[in-house]
């Protein structure tokens, strides 16, 4: 199930809502529990098995890690190791095996690994990611056992960040988990910050993404140099409102139920420099690759070689966690190119230079990188980088070109703006009374023109959900 | 912001949502959607099969798209608000002046259009009679200009003289006598045929063809039998604001004219116009009743040559014209006529029904994408 869907919005919602608030304060959680597992299981029912495999085995080994960490270190360390393991070889399995059957098959030249072809468990990379920090935090002693198993799956399957994140640390919410508040304040802050992702999704994601499906579609003999960056550009931003509208609803709907979540995203694209980028882009699996990845393997802490070196190995499996397949990985290579050369010496040549260049070469380097991120292979991003940058037989300009220019202005506009924080600085300025009828107003419009998108809409993609 | 307009805005967001739920829950399920002229899904059934092989929230899924509650307005409300962010279409649909809406041309699958006209060439060099030629271009050609600027739209005249060029029959421009028309009411403004006046003017391209002569346009009474017409464009670009079109009937039935419909197999007496269908959706289909693999046309012209037409619907509007000129015709759509000439060929049908004349008659569309075009030359 995802939330932008009629089935979501209009009957998950509304009993899901209605039945927690109903229910005494000791049941909601298991109420949670349950239609948790009907939000996962909806599109393949069978991997709920796995979701119950994978709640049990991680609930056993944090007892047992919290059993032995303060008596028997070694015995402690072998359930976190063997958990880890599990975990792994779980996400491994389900989603990489088939990348690794054909890499075998291609090195060997003979197909000696047959590839499964198992439809991907929805979210499993984000839930992977968020279930094994429990007992790692556990083990570090950065958080408390949690003994009650519903609470504990509450939390793993929890369905407003299940699929698609924020990748929500164990400890970040496991006070919330038995004692949350709800109040009026945080539920309307819920609905209004749903509806804004909502529209941000249905509104801006989906129509610009038709832009990036034409061109994308386009035979390199006709894809022009401008054609091309109007396609990519285009891709740039059904990402960006794709992915943050979705957590924007997940943290929307995380605080009509109590829940209060860590941001995801603040703007990337206003960003000066690629680090700043990736501090500002999907903010939690960043977080995620720092304090289980990087900083255990020594960080910046080994010398400036060793730094390097961990920056690649972590944007390498940063790249690889985004898709089965070796474009992902090189994506995360490119990046950690320019996180390393920024390190060395072009923070503080930026920091020297004027703001707009540091603009400039920020959003070119994100723009290029979708290429490398969306299309499915090397002979695909290597012909639309040559038409990008003139090389190809597609010429510069042609009328085609033009019409989808004007066709798309009013939207590209939209996406320049909304990728800023401007529209958010004014309203906050508004006096208080306008900023009060303003909102009911918003939300009304906010939930049923996304609406009329759905009902008549076959083009509904969500491109995250593919990780 | 205040108290009261947090709890507001709580108060509007959860009614709307247990609003529609409500609504959804209470209305009864749609069958056929008038404004989009097509069944809706139902609700799916529910086993533990289907549940776990997926089909059922599958299903489920598309069952409440459809019957949301005024799926109508919402689709409306779309179609506006994407042409007021500057959009000049909705779902591939375009809105140009005079109400008019025009679905943009894409060129075809070059294989597929060889493939069919190889089958025309292959019939015009076995048959023992004269073939005839024509394709129909749409309103995306003929009126090409009313289109926005640099609207991506792929010519049809390149398809319609590729075509020319290796059909091996005698071609009917259709296309010039459309074009030097083109300021008149020849397509519908809702629909992707041709009006009865646009048929007319394809009828005169075709009788000069073939040598014979047409009556001129005074020799018909005009009269208009529905002003309440909203076609298959309509439908599917979800504008539904315009204003509908006129349908026309220029050549009445003959007295001496027996129609014969074989739609079940079995010949039943019908008109040239099915009256009936001008109170239904697809009020199009009022020209010989709509779609039917074979329809026959016997006139008092009893010394009149015979035709056979393989054709699309453009056709349905044009056999009445054909009348005066013919003593039979048949009519086959091969789209439906499929599993009958599995055993029986179009040469076969030639020879054993004593067709003097063919004639393949395809809108370019049809033609260029239709893969039964094939059986022509077998």
């Given at each position: 199930m995802v939330f932008s869907s009629l089935l979501f919005m209009f009957i998950y919602l509304p009993v899901v809502l209605a039945v927690y608030y109903i229910s005494p304060l000791k049941w909601r959680n298991l109420w949670l529990f349950i239609v948790n597992l009907v939000f996962y299981g909806w599109g393949e029912p069978v991997y709920i098995a796995l979701m119950l495999f994978s709640i049990s085995i991680n609930y056993i080994n944090a007892i047992m890690i919290d059993k032995y960490r303060d008596t028997n270190q070694r015995k402690a360390r072998n359930f976190l190791t063997f958990n880890t393991v599990i975990n792994l070889a779980l996400l491994a399995f389900f989603k990489y095996f088939d990348l690794f059957a054909a890499t075998i098959n291609q090195i060997v030249g003979t197909e000696i690994v047959a590839p499964l072809g198992l439809a991907l468990p929805i979210g499993i990379s984000f839930y992977t990611f968020q279930t094994m920090s429990y007992p790692i935090d556990l083990y570090r002693g950065d958080t408390r056992v949690q003994k009650n198993f519903i609470s504990f799956g509450t939390y793993v399957a929890?369905?407003?960040?299940?699929?698609?994140?924020?990748?929500?640390?164990y400890r970040d919410v496991a006070e919330q988990l038995d004692y949350r508040v709800h109040s009026a304040d945080k539920f309307s802050s819920g609905v209004r910050r749903f509806t804004i992702g909502l529209a941000k999704k249905v509104l801006i994601a989906n129509n610009i993404g038709v832009l990036w499906d034409t061109y994308s579609a386009m035979p390199t003999t006709e894809l022009t140099v401008v054609g091309s960056w109007i396609g990519i550009i285009a891709f740039t931003f059904q990402i960006y409102f794709d992915f943050s509208g979705y957590s924007d609803m997940a943290i929307g709907l995380g605080r009509m139920l109590g829940f209060e979540f860590l941001e995801n995203f603040n703007y990337p694209y206003i960003s000066k420099t690629v680090t700043e980028f990736w501090r500002r882009w999907h903010i939690s699996l960043g977080t995620w690759f720092r304090d289980y990845v990087y900083i255990p393997l020594g960080g910046n802490r080994r010398g400036k070689y060793r730094q390097l070196l961990n920056i690649a190995i972590v944007w390498a499996l940063t790249g690889l966690w985004h898709g089965a397949n070796w474009t992902f990985m090189l994506w995360g290579m490119y990046y950690a190119l320019f996180l390393i050369i920024e390190k060395l010496w072009l923070l503080k040549a930026l920091d020297r230079a004027p703001n707009f260049i540091g603009h400039i070469y920020t959003m070119i380097v994100a723009i290029c990188g979708w290429v490398l991120f969306q299309l499915d292979s090397l002979a695909e991003v290597s012909s639309y980088y040559k038409s990008m940058f003139g090389f190809a037989e597609g010429g510069f300009f042609t009328s085609t070109d033009a019409y989808y220019l004007e066709a798309f202005a009013v939207m590209l506009i939209v996406c320049v703006i909304a990728s800023t924080p401007l529209l958010k600085n004014l309203f906050n300025r508004l006096p208080e009374k306008v900023r009060s009828v303003a909102a009911p107003v918003l939300v009304v419009a906010g939930l049923l023109i996304p609406t009329a998108y759905l009902v008549d809409s076959s083009y509904n993609p969500f491109l995250y959900f593919r990780f | 912001m205040t108290k009261t307009s947090k709890w507001i805005q709580i108060l509007l967001f959860t009614a709307l949502i247990s609003v529609f739920l409500a609504l959804f829950l209470a209305m009864p399920d749609v069958l056929f959607s008038e404004q989009e002229n097509r069944k809706l899904t139902q609700a799916p059934q529910f086993t533990l099969e289907n549940l776990f092989s997926g089909k059922f929230t599958q299903k489920f899924e598309s069952y409440i798209t459809d019957q949301f509650p005024l799926r109508d307005r919402w689709i409306t409300v779309k179609a506006r608000s994407e042409l007021l962010t500057?959009?000049?279409?909705n779902k591939g649909v375009y809105l140009c002046e005079d109400d008019t809406l025009i679905e943009a041309y894409k060129a075809p699958d070059p294989a597929q259009l060889e493939k069919n006209i190889d089958a025309v060439r292959t019939l015009s060099e076995s048959a023992d009679v004269p073939v005839y030629f024509a394709l129909i271009p749409g309103a995306a050609e003929i009126h090409s200009s009313l289109l926005p600027k640099n609207a991506p739209n792929d010519s049809q005249k390149d398809v319609i003289n590729f075509c020319y060029e290796n059909s091996g029959a005698v071609n009917v421009d259709i296309y010039s006598a459309l074009q030097s028309h083109s300021d008149e009411y020849i397509f519908y403004r809702t629909d992707h045929h041709w009006t009865s006046l646009g048929a007319y003017y394809g009828y005169t391209s075709l009788m000069d063809a073939m040598g014979l002569g047409h009556s001129p346009l005074t020799a018909f009474d005009r009269r208009t039998v529905t002003d309440e017409f909203f076609g298959t464009v309509y439908s599917k670009s979800g504008i539904n604001w315009v204003k509908p079109d006129t349908i026309e009937i220029f050549a009445e039935q003959d007295e001496a004219t027996t129609v014969l419909n074989y739609s079940e197999g079995e010949a039943v007496k019908t008109e040239l116009?099915?009256?009936?269908?001008?109170?239904?959706?697809?009020?199009?289909?009022m020209f010989m009743g709509g779609i039917t693999p074979l329809i026959t046309v016997e006139t008092g012209n009893t010394d009149a040559p015979t035709l056979l037409v393989v054709r699309d619907s453009y056709m349905d509007s044009l056999a009445p014209f054909l009348q005066n000129s013919f003593s039979k015709i048949y009519f086959i759509d091969l789209r439906y006529y499929k599993t009958q000439f599995m055993q029986s060929s179009i040469r076969n049908f030639i020879r054993e029904n004593s067709i003097d004349e063919v004639l393949v008659c395809y809108s370019v569309y049809n033609f260029a994408t239709d893969a039964n075009v094939f059986l022509l030359g077998l």
């Amino acid at each position: 199930m995802v939330f932008s869907s009629l089935l979501f919005m209009f009957i998950y919602l509304p009993v899901v809502l209605a039945v927690y608030y109903i229910s005494p304060l000791k049941w909601r959680n298991l109420w949670l529990f349950i239609v948790n597992l009907v939000f996962y299981g909806w599109g393949e029912p069978v991997y709920i098995a796995l979701m119950l495999f994978s709640i049990s085995i991680n609930y056993i080994n944090a007892i047992m890690i919290d059993k032995y960490r303060d008596t028997n270190q070694r015995k402690a360390r072998n359930f976190l190791t063997f958990n880890t393991v599990i975990n792994l070889a779980l996400l491994a399995f389900f989603k990489y095996f088939d990348l690794f059957a054909a890499t075998i098959n291609q090195i060997v030249g003979t197909e000696i690994v047959a590839p499964l072809g198992l439809a991907l468990p929805i979210g499993i990379s984000f839930y992977t990611f968020q279930t094994m920090s429990y007992p790692i935090d556990l083990y570090r002693g950065d958080t408390r056992v949690q003994k009650n198993f519903i609470s504990f799956g509450t939390y793993v399957a929890l369905f407003p960040q299940l699929i698609a994140g924020p990748i929500v640390r164990y400890r970040d919410v496991a006070e919330q988990l038995d004692y949350r508040v709800h109040s009026a304040d945080k539920f309307s802050s819920g609905v209004r910050r749903f509806t804004i992702g909502l529209a941000k999704k249905v509104l801006i994601a989906n129509n610009i993404g038709v832009l990036w499906d034409t061109y994308s579609a386009m035979p390199t003999t006709e894809l022009t140099v401008v054609g091309s960056w109007i396609g990519i550009i285009a891709f740039t931003f059904q990402i960006y409102f794709d992915f943050s509208g979705y957590s924007d609803m997940a943290i929307g709907l995380g605080r009509m139920l109590g829940f209060e979540f860590l941001e995801n995203f603040n703007y990337p694209y206003i960003s000066k420099t690629v680090t700043e980028f990736w501090r500002r882009w999907h903010i939690s699996l960043g977080t995620w690759f720092r304090d289980y990845v990087y900083i255990p393997l020594g960080g910046n802490r080994r010398g400036k070689y060793r730094q390097l070196l961990n920056i690649a190995i972590v944007w390498a499996l940063t790249g690889l966690w985004h898709g089965a397949n070796w474009t992902f990985m090189l994506w995360g290579m490119y990046y950690a190119l320019f996180l390393i050369i920024e390190k060395l010496w072009l923070l503080k040549a930026l920091d020297r230079a004027p703001n707009f260049i540091g603009h400039i070469y920020t959003m070119i380097v994100a723009i290029c990188g979708w290429v490398l991120f969306q299309l499915d292979s090397l002979a695909e991003v290597s012909s639309y980088y040559k038409s990008m940058f003139g090389f190809a037989e597609g010429g510069f300009f042609t009328s085609t070109d033009a019409y989808y220019l004007e066709a798309f202005a009013v939207m590209l506009i939209v996406c320049v703006i909304a990728s800023t924080p401007l529209l958010k600085n004014l309203f906050n300025r508004l006096p208080e009374k306008v900023r009060s009828v303003a909102a009911p107003v918003l939300v009304v419009a906010g939930l049923l023109i996304p609406t009329a998108y759905l009902v008549d809409s076959s083009y509904n993609p969500f491109l995250y959900f593919r990780f | 912001m205040t108290k009261t307009s947090k709890w507001i805005q709580i108060l509007l967001f959860t009614a709307l949502i247990s609003v529609f739920l409500a609504l959804f829950l209470a209305m009864p399920d749609v069958l056929f959607s008038e404004q989009e002229n097509r069944k809706l899904t139902q609700a799916p059934q529910f086993t533990l099969e289907n549940l776990f092989s997926g089909k059922f929230t599958q299903k489920f899924e598309s069952y409440i798209t459809d019957q949301f509650p005024l799926r109508d307005r919402w689709i409306t409300v779309k179609a506006r608000s994407e042409l007021l962010t500057g959009k000049k279409e909705n779902k591939g649909v375009y809105l140009c002046e005079d109400d008019t809406l025009i679905e943009a041309y894409k060129a075809p699958d070059p294989a597929q259009l060889e493939k069919n006209i190889d089958a025309v060439r292959t019939l015009s060099e076995s048959a023992d009679v004269p073939v005839y030629f024509a394709l129909i271009p749409g309103a995306a050609e003929i009126h090409s200009s009313l289109l926005p600027k640099n609207a991506p739209n792929d010519s049809q005249k390149d398809v319609i003289n590729f075509c020319y060029e290796n059909s091996g029959a005698v071609n009917v421009d259709i296309y010039s006598a459309l074009q030097s028309h083109s300021d008149e009411y020849i397509f519908y403004r809702t629909d992707h045929h041709w009006t009865s006046l646009g048929a007319y003017y394809g009828y005169t391209s075709l009788m000069d063809a073939m040598g014979l002569g047409h009556s001129p346009l005074t020799a018909f009474d005009r009269r208009t039998v529905t002003d309440e017409f909203f076609g298959t464009v309509y439908s599917k670009s979800g504008i539904n604001w315009v204003k509908p079109d006129t349908i026309e009937i220029f050549a009445e039935q003959d007295e001496a004219t027996t129609v014969l419909n074989y739609s079940e197999g079995e010949a039943v007496k019908t008109e040239l116009y099915d009256y009936g269908c001008l109170e239904k959706k697809d009020k199009y289909s009022m020209f010989m009743g709509g779609i039917t693999p074979l329809i026959t046309v016997e006139t008092g012209n009893t010394d009149a040559p015979t035709l056979l037409v393989v054709r699309d619907s453009y056709m349905d509007s044009l056999a009445p014209f054909l009348q005066n000129s013919f003593s039979k015709i048949y009519f086959i759509d091969l789209r439906y006529y499929k599993t009958q000439f599995m055993q029986s060929s179009i040469r076969n049908f030639i020879r054993e029904n004593s067709i003097d004349e063919v004639l393949v008659c395809y809108s370019v569309y049809n033609f260029a994408t239709d893969a039964n075009v094939f059986l022509l030359g077998l």
